[in-house]
């Protein structure tokens, strides 16, 4: 082997030596003896951005206690988190604020989905039930405000799909243990448990200091639909323990919100108007108006049976229909009349609803002496022709209700005090039960309905005009 060949294995085997730590050294990042930070030179995936909570000193807030500037009306609408947190899709929202007679924005910050729309709630964060798709939330709210519209808060209570799954110690649990969930597979935070009421609240209250002069509390209730007698919660539940539980509620929450300067709402069925029970579901009307400033009952035609009221078809008749839920609320209410405030249908689910219908709906709150309310629509798509002026704002402009309309009043009542008579073993005869139904569909018949409907409607005979007198009380 000459000198030169052994010179280059030599080489060769020291270079292999070196070769071999470096190679570590890079994949591991440090910095070479001689100085070169090779870990500049790693390929690493980039990392996702974890969910950064947002400061308080990022957090618009207001001075505290404030004073809401209630309008005279409230003439208002609901507005989505998604539609708020869009400057260009509320663009037709911001211009009926500054044409029209609405001077209200209801505005979600809790859905039933679980997810919070305001920063500032620590345990929002801890749980992941944060979602930001209203940023700048604080400075929306002034600009409103300088428009001169009230600003009212969503809060849906009870009805999550969050805070249970992360705290099922807080779920409504079923019979095996496991976490309920309603027909739509929807979870419920339960309504007795006072962690619940503080997660709900410490929101409200946040809400409060970004800005909102009004709390609405929706859902606020115990489930409704799916298996209710499978539902399992923290103390015995019964009629009078759920209405108990939901006035404690709000009871707390006046506690917590008004030191702050806020209005307290809340949102119920439309049958509170009338019935005489909480439907199973805690809401008393006249009980939970004592400890609120407002109470909206959702009065949306298409969702009541049909023979509600003794109208055969309520979707076809939303004058009639919120006329006569508002008169149940002016029985029920009486001089707290004044904290009534429906929600009204501007949406179409039986039947296309227009401008007329929805103003229709309107004027029945106006002819029973009630001056405000809201439309719902979830799209936030709005019937512009339903609205009126600006100068209207402050109008509540009460008409005589039409003629049929009293006529057909007072014969549902005299058919209302007939079925008493029965029950209670008064004679009468089935001519009698006879003229008056025939009465009330005289009348019905001028606020044309439908040829399908007209045909369902029998009067043939006592029974048909019982089973119906049963129908309205039971409604």
């Not at 503080?198 to 709390?215: M, P, R, S």
């Not at 539902?231 to 709000?250: E, G, K, V």
């Not at 909480?278 to 407002?294: N, S």
């Amino acid at each position: 082997m000459t000198n030169r060949e052994y010179l280059r294995r030599v080489i060769i085997r020291t270079a292999g030596v070196l070769l071999v730590p470096a190679l570590l050294l890079y994949w591991r990042g440090d910095v070479f003896s001689f100085g070169y930070d090779f870990s500049t030179l790693k390929r690493e995936k980039p990392k996702k951005e974890a969910k950064r909570a947002v400061l308080p000193s990022e957090i618009e807030s207001v001075r505290l206690p404030m004073v809401p500037k209630k309008p005279k009306y409230v003439r208002g609408i609901h507005i989505t988190a998604w539609v708020a947190g869009s400057p260009g899709v509320r663009a037709d929202i911001d211009r009926f604020f500054s044409e029209t007679e609405l001077n209200t924005a209801v505005i979600d910050i809790k859905e039933y989905a679980g997810e919070v729309y305001i920063p500032g709630c620590p345990e929002t964060y801890s749980i992941g039930s944060f979602s930001n798709v209203m940023p700048g939330v604080g400075k929306y709210l002034k600009t409103l405000k300088d428009m001169g519209v009230y600003t009212v808060a969503r809060l849906v209570v009870f009805k999550d799909n969050i805070l249970p799954e992360m705290k099922p110690g807080l779920a409504v649990r079923d019979e095996y243990g496991g976490l309920w969930r309603d027909n739509a597979g929807n979870m419920w935070a339960d309504p007795y448990n006072p962690e619940v009421w503080k997660y709900n609240l410490d929101i409200a209250e946040q809400a409060v200091k970004i800005g909102f002069e009004e709390i609405q509390f929706d859902y606020i209730r115990f489930p409704s639909d799916g298996s209710t007698r499978a539902c399992r919660y923290s103390q015995n539940h019964s009629s009078l323990t759920a209405s108990a539980a939901l006035i404690n509620f709000l009871k707390e929450a006046n506690r917590r919100l008004k030191p702050l300067g806020a209005n307290i709402s809340i949102d119920v069925f439309g049958l509170t108007t009338t019935v005489e029970h909480d439907m199973g579901i805690g809401q008393k009307m006249e009980d939970m108006t004592d400890w609120v400033d407002y109470i909206s009952p959702m009065l949306y035609p298409s969702h009541y049976n049909n023979g509600a009221y003794g109208i055969p078809e309520p979707d076809r008749a939303p004058y009639h229909t919120v006329y006569m839920a508002i008169e149940g609320a002016k029985r029920r209410l009486g001089r707290k009349l004044g904290k009534l405030r429906p929600y009204l249908q501007d949406f179409s689910l039986m039947s296309d609803y227009d401008a007329e219908k929805v103003r229709a709906q309107i004027q029945a709150c106006y002819d029973n002496g009630v001056a405000e309310w809201l439309l719902w629509n979830p799209r936030c798509d709005y019937s512009e022709g339903a609205l009126k002026s600006k100068e209207f704002s402050e109008i509540f402009e009460k008409k005589t209700a039409p003629e049929y309309v009293l006529k057909w009043y007072g014969t549902q009542q005299q058919l209302r005090l007939s079925s008493a008579a029965v029950d209670s073993g008064m004679a009468m005869s089935s001519a009698t039960l006879k003229s008056i139904y025939e009465a009330l569909v005289s009348s019905w018949t001028r606020m044309n309905m439908s040829p399908a409907a007209k045909e369902t409607v029998n009067v043939s005979s006592a029974a048909v005009v019982s089973e119906d007198s049963r129908s309205i009380r039971k409604n």
